[in-house]
């Protein structure tokens, strides 16, 4: 039995196994394909479709819908119309496609409408899709079934199973937990990590996140994390995501270096204004609708807010690049010591 509080609108992985003469053949594009992820949105080596989904027909929605189901992946989340998760009405066309081809693989009618209901139960891929392989057509075995917890809450775990707040009690032998952890922030709120000032960074953030460039927090000098808070983390491809950020860490020592720089320390209002940008680009999509990992809606008590930096890999490159050249929002330290002319 799945217990089920929301429908996860997973998507098919696709996997497949590549032959040999495969990989030799799609070895050659390496250079080409890691240069594309770098320059989209998703960090994938797709990007959007150039069209907002009502610029095209009926019959064209269909044909790219379709495409990108059939590619599998996260096509269909990243790589279809570039307005689907800024635009509620065009991010309604996709969850319909979506429904119609889950729907069509689910054979019980009440497993169906609670896997993958008519009406969306939020915007799509406003909570990051999972990929499956034959997930839903396990519903379709007398021996797997789905419970509805949405209005009906586990009470309490017992030696013998799962009682629901009804009195319900189902029996299990074993019991696969899968409610999420703080997931972004909390790698760092957990390190004990203290600033310049004596300050406490678990303290400090929780009134609410505060960094630079999703890379630098302001009283931690010398201090540059990636793959967490306001990156594009969560709504990129992660490697992708860590090659930018890691590069950019690389070349900031390099140039401390080579300029004989102590520390670097992000100004306080410089982190300010990044948060205060984070939040804006947020603002412009629809994930601010949806209580989800996204805006730390996982934790009970967690700040709601924008985790990630929501514009994309290449706009973020772009945007940290810049910093780095002008050192803008850096408080810089020297190892030379200023001589008086006067001595």
Same mark, same amino acid.
């Given at each position: 039995k799945a217990f089920q509080r929301t429908p996860n609108l997973a998507l098919p992985m696709r996997r497949r196994k590549m032959t040999p003469e495969e990989q030799e053949r799609k070895r050659v594009l390496y250079p080409e394909l890691f240069n594309l992820r770098e320059t989209s949105f998703s960090g994938f080596y797709f990007d959007w479709y150039e069209k907002n989904t009502f610029d095209d027909t009926p019959e064209g929605r269909e044909a790219l819908y379709e495409k990108a189901w059939r590619d599998g992946g996260f096509k269909f989340w990243l790589g279809i119309y570039k307005d689907n998760l800024f635009d509620g009405g065009a991010n309604k066309e996709s969850y319909k496609f979506w429904a119609k081809k889950? $729907?069509?693989?689910?054979?019980?009618?009440?497993? $169906?409408?609670?896997?993958?209901?008519?009406?969306?139960? *939020?915007?799509?891929?406003?909570?990051?899709?999972?990929?499956?392989?034959?997930?839903?057509?396990?519903?379709?075995?007398? +021996?797997?079934?789905?419970?509805?917890? +949405?209005?009906?809450?586990?009470?309490?775990?017992?030696?013998?199973?799962?009682?629901?707040?009804?009195?319900?009690? *189902?029996?299990f032998d074993v019991i696969a937990v899968a409610t999420g952890f703080d997931i972004v922030s909390g790698a760092m709120t957990q390190l004990g990590l203290q600033s310049i000032n004596g300050t406490n960074l678990q303290q400090e953030w929780a009134s609410g996140i505060s960094t630079y460039l999703g890379i630098s927090v302001s009283g931690y000098p010398n201090m540059f994390h990636l793959y967490g808070p306001h990156g594009p983390t969560l709504l990129s491809n992660g490697p992708t995501t860590a090659e930018v950020q890691g590069r950019w860490i690389a070349d900031m020592l390099d140039k401390m270096q080579r300029q004989d720089i102590k520390y670097v320390n992000p100004k306080r209002e410089a982190a300010r204004e990044w948060t205060r940008h984070v939040v804006e680009l947020n603002d412009k999509t629809l994930i601010p609708t949806t209580k989800s990992t996204y805006m730390g809606g996982n934790v009970p008590g967690k700040v709601y807010e924008p985790m990630c930096y929501p514009a994309g890999v290449a706009s973020y490159k772009a945007e940290i690049r810049a910093a780095l050249d002008s050192m803008q929002g850096f408080e810089i330290v020297s190892n030379r010591i200023a001589v008086n002319p006067r001595l």
């Open positions: 889950v $729907r069509a693989r689910i054979g019980d009618a009440r497993k $169906r409408d609670l896997l993958a209901p008519e009406t969306m139960p *939020h915007y799509f891929g406003i909570k990051r899709p999972c990929l499956e392989n034959d997930y839903y057509e396990q519903f379709n075995r007398p +021996s797997v079934d789905v419970v509805d917890i +949405s209005n009906n809450a586990i009470k309490e775990f017992t030696e013998t199973g799962i009682t629901l707040n009804d009195g319900t009690h *189902h029996e």
